[in-house]
């Protein structure tokens, strides 16, 4: 509940914080009638305007993103311990739905790295908690039940988050901790995936990666060198691959050479009873087959789903933000987060009526790829889920004979090429509060489970956003022989009557303690008669502020002194009124700020202050 009410105050300090600068009621129009408004048919208008010479970019695009999807959802697939038809099956209905009602031309989505492995963290310790002595058919059947379900929730959050405009509360999770997170996720990968190409088994659960590896050395003489050299070259030629030919569906490559090596190959290691373990292994012979249900309800699993689902809507919608934005720099199109939102959420929302199918995502590799392979509209992603289809559906008797080593040297591979080494380092370069929110979420995810260190992370940040807010800039003014409001350094022997003391920043109840000790220093000097708080600079105040100013108030009125406010908004005033405070003060002690002439409320403040002590 912590980080519900967290999120909730963030969405708070998100709605005034942009609107400083005095817009806030036209900025707030502007937000709820064009920006967050959603779009139920976004796709017929492109339809409409849709050319036949489109056609030809997109197919050709949607082509080259099936080939490179293909390898990389049965690699997800195996990275979550999920059927291979999880990831297949999020891969052409992710790419379909949210192609069609997101507002990207360019995002793919589908499976994806960090919510594989945050599906697998979470699947197998609810598993290991709530159901430990469940095995074979029985297991797996419970699995897909809390995956369809766990689907579905985040199905529903998604939409909710796109109707309710709560995506922008994602603004306030800082760069560090998705950099932090995704390098943590790295490191866990990799250490799942070492054990397919080392060839070592892995017979031990624990939701921490650091075990995970303590493990692996621990099995190290198990090492089967037929597979690791198998590993090793696929790891080799898939790099070579992408360095030599970067618009080729290297993956692609690389598992059909890799896979022919290892079909001759394995004929041969029979006679010494030993093999390289393929596809078919995992008891995949047959092409998947569509499943429709209805999704498993039960209040106790929505008890024990609900964190983690948020956990994997958040990363979703990060990642869809994130991958968008960033190729909508390139493109020049304009992206409606609201509306990316939607498109996974409803996507989602159908997927969790598939019976096994992954939590659909964005791609940064499939999505750099479909922009580079040329794709003109958002067709380019729906064709590329229907030609995921017709491949796996009527090509799987060669799909079934990859190898499991091929499937884990993708990923290792790609987890290289999630975190930039130089994003790193700026992280650690801007201050010492990226580094160690960066450096406290990588380790969360080696030590915790995924979806707990995603919401340590976020808090991490949030605990370093509130205390810098919580440090407002107050400073003390007075007018010059020139008549000029210039901020002055206050001396000890310098008792004036009148004290102006302005505020700058975020006044909310962090800044309370700030607030009051500057004032308690001011009011113990007996020659100050009218304190004058300047709030030029502040669109927003709480509770605990108006609070503080009405016991200031109280305590100067019973020592015969004064409190007036000035450079007050017109925001501010509707709070003060409906707090009391314009009622305790009296409106002729506040005054309202202009924005043509800024100093003006300060000038006919100390007038009044004037009056006051003459009286």
Not at 333 to 347: A, D, M, P, T, Y
Not at 508 to 533: G, H, S
Request: hydrophobic share 55%; aromatic share 12%; net charge positive.
């Amino acid at each position: 509940m912590l980080f519900l009410y967290l999120l909730l105050y963030l969405y708070k300090i998100s709605i005034y914080m942009i609107e400083i600068g005095g817009l806030m009621k036209k900025r707030l129009i502007d937000i709820y009638s064009v920006e967050t408004k959603i779009r139920f048919l976004p796709f017929i208008k492109a339809l409409k305007r849709y050319k036949l010479k489109f056609f030809k970019d997109d197919i050709i695009a949607a082509i080259s993103v099936a080939l490179l999807a293909i390898p990389q959802s049965i690699a997800y697939s195996l990275l979550a311990n999920l059927p291979v038809e999880a990831g297949i099956f999020s891969a052409i209905f992710g790419s379909i739905f949210t192609g069609a009602f997101g507002s990207s031309r360019h995002l793919i989505a589908g499976p994806s790295t960090g919510v594989a492995i945050l599906i697998q963290m979470i699947l197998a310790n609810i598993m290991y908690v709530h159901y430990p002595d469940l095995t074979g058919a029985q297991r797996d059947l419970i699995i897909l039940n809390l995956l369809m379900f766990l689907v579905f929730i985040v199905g529903v959050i998604q939409l909710a988050f796109g109707f309710l405009n709560l995506g922008k509360m994602l603004q306030f999770v800082s760069r560090s901790v998705i950099l932090g997170y995704f390098a943590g996720v790295g490191v866990a990968i990799i250490i799942n995936q070492i054990y397919y190409i080392f060839g070592i088994s892995s017979t031990t659960f624990t939701p921490s990666a650091v075990m995970k590896a303590v493990f692996f050395i621990a099995h190290i003489n198990e090492i089967n060198f037929i597979t690791l050299a198998i590993g090793l070259l696929s790891i080799s030629t898939l790099v070579l691959l992408k360095w030599k030919f970067k618009k080729f569906p290297s993956a692609l490559l690389m598992v059909a050479g890799i896979g022919l090596l290892v079909y001759f190959l394995n004929f041969v290691l029979q006679k010494y009873q030993l093999n390289v373990a393929l596809l078919k292994d995992l008891g995949m012979t047959k092409a998947p087959k569509i499943k429709l249900v209805v999704p498993f309800w039960d209040f106790k699993l929505l008890y024990i789903l609900f964190f983690p689902s948020l956990a994997v809507a958040l990363l979703s919608i990060l990642e869809v933000s994130s991958i968008s934005k960033g190729v909508a720099t390139s493109s020049g199109q304009k992206i409606r987060s609201n509306q990316e939102i939607f498109g996974v959420g409803l996507s989602n929302l159908i997927l969790s009526f598939f019976y096994s199918a992954m939590p659909s995502s964005a791609s940064i590799s499939r999505t750099t790829l479909n922009y580079q392979a040329g794709a003109k509209t958002r067709f380019a992603a729906v064709y590329s889920g229907i030609i995921i289809a017709f491949l796996i559906f009527f090509f799987w008797p060669f799909v079934k004979h990859v190898p499991l080593t091929a499937l884990a040297a993708i990923l290792i591979v790609m987890v290289l090429s999630v975190v930039e080494i130089r994003h790193v380092k700026l992280c650690f370069r801007a201050g010492i509060a990226d580094g160690v929110v960066f450096s406290l979420t990588m380790a969360s995810c080696l030590v915790f489970r995924l979806d707990i260190a995603f919401f340590i992370g976020i808090i991490i940040s949030i605990i370093f956003y509130l205390r810098r807010a919580a440090v407002p800039n107050l400073v003390e003014y007075a007018y010059d022989k020139e008549g000029k409001l210039t901020v002055i350094i206050p001396k000890r022997k310098d008792h004036r009557k009148i004290r102006i003391i302005g505020i700058a920043g975020e006044l909310f109840f962090a800044a309370v303690d700030l607030v009051q000790n500057t004032f308690q220093k001011i009011i113990k000097d007996p020659e100050v008669k009218v304190i004058i708080l300047r709030l030029k600079n502040i669109y927003h105040v709480d509770a605990s502020i108006c609070l503080a100013i009405l016991r200031l108030n109280d305590y100067l009125k019973s020592t015969k002194r004064f409190l007036l406010i000035c450079g007050v908004t017109d925001e501010v005033f509707e709070i003060f009124e409906k707090t009391g405070v314009v009622k305790q003060l009296g409106r002729d002690k506040i005054f309202l700020t202009s924005e043509e002439k800024p100093q003006l409320s300060t000038k006919k403040a100390v007038e009044k202050a004037q009056k006051l002590i003459s009286q």
